[in-house]
């Protein structure tokens, strides 16, 4: 009875947040964006507050995928439904998979939108797919196994700021990750993605630190030092033991097993590869005036990779050709798509920004 009361009052919240942020309807536009993945294809595919997925094509086009019906529903394209779109993730066919508060959406290639495991129950509950539940999961990645994990609140409300890591099988069993005898803590998680060979990476974002967790539960870390200093740590470059991470947020991991991270509060774009932490993107002047660890100023600039500027970047994805897209706010509520090419430019892909007149979020040519 008390995490059914739990469970409806954690609703009645979130449905009132949204309520009261007077997100716009939005059609083909997109905003407050928070994941991005892309297809063999080369389409990108970008999740929001509009509870909407948007679709980007190789050239920059944005259209409606899916959503925009009744919260929660089931179905295709525009007649299906969200409650909370967070996280995204792609497998090697096409499929997406949504984190959607408390349950994950499965979307196939032709926008045929499933409910793959939790309901409108919130609670933190293992089990058989149909019978687990989740608080309000944020972060999602696939491996090639087809075993999917979650960030997912600690406890309802996660005030501590604690998140647990929910793992989803094939079988459909949902289990929460432990440390020991207990469930791994994670506070504050911002990226998540899997390796080639099944292995998780979590940006521990108040840790300062990218934590690996093998498939049999082993747990290390892959750069940064974790939980090393009281405040945030302040950026050095160098090998994955000197080297020194501030806020590692969105993450992606490419085919040859390179890392690539964003930072909001530097503003960059970081590359973790032959056992080296370097910038790829982005610039800007360290001011440590108002904190101890210092942060980079944000700014927008397109051109040459180092020289370019970031504001808060997020969600970060790549495709087949080797370009990274990054979500990036550009003082626009995160609704630009920043594209870095393998040849060192930085350019914006595909931009909305409100139109007082429309009162919607609205492409830029």
Not at 183 to 195: E, S, T, V
Request: charged content about 20%; proline content about 3%; glycine content about 10%.
């Amino acid at each position: 009875m008390k995490n059914t009361i739990l469970s409806g009052c954690l609703i009645l919240l979130l449905s009132v947040y949204k309520l009261s942020a007077q997100t716009p309807k939005l059609t083909a536009a997109f905003a407050a964006s928070f994941g991005i993945v892309a297809d063999s294809k080369g389409n990108l595919f970008v999740t929001g507050k509009n509870n909407k997925i948007i679709m980007i094509n190789p050239s920059g086009k944005a259209s409606l995928f899916a959503g925009g019906a009744r919260q929660g529903k089931d179905g295709k394209g525009k007649d299906a439904g969200f409650i909370d779109t967070e996280g995204i993730a792609i497998d090697a066919a096409d499929n997406l998979y949504i984190a959607d508060g408390t349950s994950i959406r499965k979307i196939s290639p032709d926008a045929v939108v499933t409910t793959i495991a939790g309901s409108r129950t919130a609670a933190l509950k293992d089990g058989d797919r149909l019978t687990a539940a989740f608080w309000n999961m944020e972060n999602i990645a696939i491996d090639n196994n087809g075993t999917i994990y979650v960030t997912d609140y600690a406890q309802a409300g996660a005030s501590t700021g604690d998140y647990c890591i929910r793992k989803i099988g094939r079988d459909g069993s949902v289990t929460t990750l432990q440390d020991g005898n207990n469930n791994l803590l994670i506070k504050y998680p911002r990226g998540l993605a899997c390796d080639a060979a099944g292995n998780l990476y979590v940006n521990a974002s108040v840790s300062h630190c990218i934590k690996k967790i093998t498939p049999s539960g082993e747990i290390s870390t892959v750069a940064g030092h974790c939980d090393k200093t009281k405040f945030n740590s302040v950026y050095r470059e160098g090998t994955v033991s000197t080297a020194v991470l501030t806020n590692p947020s969105g993450i992606c991991i490419t085919s040859n097993g390179e890392i690539f991270i964003t930072d909001s509060r530097l503003h960059r774009v970081i590359k973790i590869a032959n056992g080296k932490v370097s910038t790829v993107a982005g610039t800007g002047k360290m001011n440590f005036s108002s904190n101890p660890a210092g942060s980079a100023e944000p700014g927008y600039a397109d051109g040459k990779a180092l020289a370019a500027r970031f504001d808060a970047p997020g969600g970060i994805t790549y495709d087949r050709n080797g370009n990274l897209y990054i979500i990036d706010r550009s003082s626009s509520n995160n609704s630009y798509i920043r594209k870095l090419s393998p040849d060192g430019m930085v350019t914006t892909f595909c931009k909305h920004e409100w139109n007082p007149k429309t009162s919607q979020y609205e492409e830029v040519e």
